[in-house]
């Protein structure tokens, strides 16, 4: 299970962490992603990360503003949004992709998660 929190309103320019933390089982053998989704937009990734920590990946729109981590001996990934926009407002959702296959990289197809949280709404106000 993936439970996201964090989300909340914040003013353009402002910061958010955004955590997932699991139960059930070590995600140290997960490779984990976020994603997001926007009305009337379809789901996108917005950061990946590999299994072992050491590759990550982002989307265009959120490089150098976003930054993916994960505490494997917290059982939590998270992500820090800085410099935030009023096109980041969406719904978060943390994803772990069981199959990933120790010392690949990350995992950025939607399809390929087999996991999803429930989602955390992030708004940004301008």
């Known amino acids: 299970q993936l439970v996201e929190s964090g989300g909340g309103l914040v003013q353009a320019g402002g910061s958010l962490r955004l955590s997932c933390a699991a139960s059930g089982r070590s995600i140290s053998i997960y490779a984990m992603g976020w994603f997001r989704q926007a009305p009337g937009k379809e789901r996108e990734i917005v950061a990946a990360v590999s299994r072992n920590g050491a590759s990550t990946y982002y989307g265009d729109s959120v490089k150098g503003r976003f930054t993916i981590s994960r505490d494997n001996a917290k059982n939590t990934v998270y992500l820090q949004m800085n410099s935030l926009k009023p096109d980041d407002t969406a719904v978060y959702y943390c994803?772990?992709?069981?199959?990933?296959?120790?010392?690949?990289?990350?995992?950025?197809?939607?399809?390929?998660?087999?996991?999803w949280g429930q989602g955390t709404q992030v708004t940004v106000s301008s």
């Open positions: 994803a772990a992709d069981f199959r990933s296959i120790l010392g690949s990289g990350p995992t950025t197809t939607a399809a390929l998660y087999d996991y």
